[in-house]
């Protein structure tokens, strides 16, 4: 220990005496400088090797050296897999599979590029250098991608970046634009280029650079209505940012496709100048209603947001004061909203009035006569500010989906059952991400389609992304139960899928309400089983709701797979009161020990059976776990009580519960069950009779059996399952006796036995 103590006493005054030099050298920049030099321009280069039609490749033979200073960067993701450089002639572009080039290329750095023995071509019409790839479906050879290796062997880089060799062509649209001709693809193919005074299209202050499932062509416009696509990748970081607003500078990398169609490359947002930043009127940043009316009849276009608050009153073509206003809802018509800077405004001199067009989105979605719950609600409404009716008002609104927004939702399907089969995420389904790069998809196993996501291969976490349903119209839907299928594959528990009923279909605006369910979680193996949601009630919810699916994750070395199929939603209300239990025996439930024949008005025979009764505490023959009657009403629901013991007063083997005879038949089948004496659990059987000609004839092929010796005392367990029965039929439900006792044993309860129609 005493060496070892004199040797860091040592150590450390070596760097107490290091520390107080400070007369050290700076390590030399290393400047990079090409072995040779260019011996032909871009453009002689291009001209020489150029070849008609979409896809070629070519072999340099000759001591060839172009030289040029890179253009492109790919950090923001938006040019994917290229590298585009330029010199005082013209541009080209160099297929390398490799991200992140922009590591070793940045912009504005000089390359030499030995072209000896190098290739050069198109790839679907685009002139690039890249390695010969078969193209098999046109018969034809291409330029593909080379490895990143292959092009360090023949590029070599001179001296520093340098941002002033950078410098864009100046274009304008209709030099390109229709134009397909080879001197016009040589001189402006893979070229740096400025477009002067042009317009986004369709930029409203929230439209995005790109849509979320896939890369999108957005147009910018000149003066002369000249349009040319700007392809902007639903990988970019800056895809969800809106486009810019008025007029401005785009500057980017020209392309051709194989279609002969000009195309721009951006390289992020910078290389759009100059644009308006005023965004008052547009979707993003509306107008209040204060200031609509400042700004009536002076030509101003856009959004303005509010409350709706009434609508013009019947048979008033013209509105001159208060009294012409309809205040309440339900209103009489349908075909006007007035619309106030508050909820609480009862003054027409403050507000705005909105004609719903006759047959358009906007009436059917919006009026107060069929959706009263609007009244004091947010609005957002496109048009021009303008006189209508005589007050302040929007004209030129054509009702369409896009030129108004509630901030509820109205309408709806009262019934939505969605099996996920078809290729394609259904119609009225809808994709959000909030976060990352990553989508649900469909997807297919052994002739099952499901949705599926996963954070697997992507590259922007962390991750946020929307399943969400069509609107539900949970106000009128008959059976107002949710249900659904989860399965997972490669299980972690790092990452998660969470259910939501939400107000509308915007996660990020929308009132969200997390709904407890059932989600499958560690998997035997790779793969779990589907498993069900359980039945979810949403008899809370009065109005109309979307149902979002959010899958979350951090970054993680590995990630479950979440599967969702079968979802379920509304239908035909059960006939919740079938089961008239509560007319048998007068009402008065027997002892738990007491056996007999029960009848109900309805025509429902037990055999071998009691009653029992739902309370607030368990007290026999009334127990809280059978609880109230699932019809919605505040009534205590009565089981029926059958034994498992093998003789009966009535000389029938076992208790035994017979349905009247059911008309038409049943397409699903629920009930509650459940034991209250010490019992091995339970175990009894549904059969089913087809009762068409009036003689009971058995289906085996629809039998149910239900054995849970694990069930608990005393807990209520739910049974649903659609049988699809189509004739005339009768439900027996029998104990199974299983432990063969002479004495009262094997006893089980049933309540509250619903089916819905065929």
């Known amino acids: 220990m005493k060496r070892f103590n004199l040797f860091l006493n040592a ?65 923001e993701g938006n040019i994917y897999k290229h590298l585009y450089i330029q010199d005082e002639t013209g541009g080209l572009g160099i297929s390398i599979d490799a991200n992140s080039i922009c590591n070793t290329y940045r912009v504005g750095q000089e390359i030499v590029i030995s072209m000896k023995d190098f290739w050069i071509g198109k790839y679907n019409g685009e002139y690039l250098i890249g390695k010969p790839e078969w193209y098999a479906a046109q018969s034809v050879w291409e330029a593909g991608r080379m490895t990143l290796d292959q092009f360090k062997e023949h590029a070599e880089l001179e001296g520093l970046p340098n941002l002033d060799k950078i410098e864009p062509v100046e274009v304008e649209i209709g030099d390109v634009v229709g134009h397909s001709d080879a001197e016009t693809q040589l001189k402006y193919q ?168 006759q047959g358009s989105s906007f009436r059917r979605d919006a009026s107060l006569r069929d959706f009263p719950e609007l009244l004091g609600t947010q609005i957002w409404v496109k048009g021009t500010l303008a006189t209508f009716m005589g007050m302040a008002g929007i004209t030129d609104n054509s009702g369409s989906v896009d030129e108004y927004k509630l901030s509820i939702m109205t309408g709806g399907v009262t019934e939505l059952i969605e099996p996920f089969e078809g290729g394609a995420i259904p119609e009225g389904w ?120 959010r899958y979350t994750s951090e970054q993680q070395a590995n990630y479950t797979t979440w599967q969702l199929d079968n979802f379920k939603f509304g239908g035909k209300a059960l006939l919740q009161t079938i089961d008239d239990f509560e007319t048998m025996n007068d009402g008065t439930p027997t002892s738990q020990t007491s056996f007999g024949e029960l009848h109900s008005t309805k025509g429902w025979v037990a055999y071998n059976a009691g009653l029992l009764k739902g309370g607030p505490t368990d007290a026999a023959p ?57 019992d091995p659990g339970v175990s009894f059987t549904v059969n089913f009779w087809d009762m068409t000609s009036g003689d009971p004839i058995e289906m085996p092929g629809k039998t149910i059996r239900i054995n849970k010796p694990d069930a608990v005392k005393l807990t209520a367990y739910d049974f649903s399952q659609e049988l699809n029965i189509n004739c005339d039929v009768m439900i027996e439900i029998r104990s199974d006796g299983v432990s063969n006792s002479t004495s009262n044993k094997d006893r089980v309860a049933i309540w509250n036995i619903m089916w819905e129609p065929n």
């Open 190 to 357: 893979g070229q740096f280029v400025v477009i002067r005074d042009v317009e986004w299209e369709g930029a409203d202050g929230e439209l995005p650079y790109s849509e979320s499932g896939s890369s999108t062509t957005r147009n910018i416009k000149d003066e002369e209505g000249n349009v040319l696509g700007v392809n902007n990748s639903n990988y970019a970081n800056f895809r969800g940012d809106p486009l810019p607003l008025g007029k401005g500078d785009v500057q980017g990398i020209l392309y051709m496709t194989g279609s002969d169609k000009w195309g721009l490359y951006l390289r992020d947002t910078n290389d759009c100048m100059g644009f308006d930043n005023d965004t008052k009127g547009y979707a993003s940043d509306p107008w209040t209603v204060t200031e609509a009316i400042e700004l009536q009849n002076t030509g101003k276009k856009g959004w303005v947001t509010g409350y709706i608050v009434g609508a013009v009153a019947p048979g008033i073509t013209e509105v001159w004061d208060s009294e012409d206003i309809e205040w309440e809802a339900p209103t009489t018509l349908d075909n006007t909203l007035i619309i106030a800077p508050s909820a609480d405004i009862r003054d027409y001199s403050k507000c705005i009035a909105v004609a719903l067009p």
């Open 430 to 549: 809808k994709l959000t991400r909030v976060k990352g790069d990553k989508d649900w998809y469909m997807d297919t196993f052994d002739n099952n389609g499901y949705v599926a996501v996963t954070g697997y291969k992507g590259t922007q976490p962390p991750f946020d992304t929307w399943l969400i349903s069509p609107a539900l119209d949970i106000k009128n839907a008959g059976r107002k139960e949710l249900s659904f299928q989860t399965k997972v594959r490669y299980y972690r528990g790092t990452d998660n899928v969470e259910v939501y009923l939400m107000s509308t279909n915007d996660p990020t605006t929308a009132e969200l309400i997390k709904l407890d369910a059932v989600l499958a979680t560690a998997a035997v193996g790779d793969q779990s089983d589907f498993v069900g949601s359980g039945i979810i009630d949403l008899s809370e919810f009065d109005g109309t709701y979307c149902i979002g699916f």
């Open 11 to 75: 150590l450390l005054l070596l760097l107490v005496a290091v520390g107080c030099n400070e007369d050290f050298d700076t390590p030399p920049m290393v400047v990079p400088h090409a072995q040779h030099q260019a011996n032909m321009t871009i453009a002689e280069f291009k001209a020489k090797y150029w070849q008609d039609g979409r896809n070629f490749i070519d072999t340099c033979k000759d001591e060839t050296y172009i030289h040029g200073w890179v253009t492109s960067s790919d950090e």
């Open 622 to 678: 009334i127990y809280s776990m059978i609880g109230k009657k699932a019809d919605g009403s505040d009534n205590w629901a009565y089981a029926v009580h059958l034994n498992g013991k093998l003789d009966s007063p009535q000389g029938r083997p076992m208790g035994a519960l017979y349905s009247p005879v059911i008309k038409g038949g049943i397409k699903t089948l629920s009930f509650s069950y459940g034991y209250v004496l010490t």
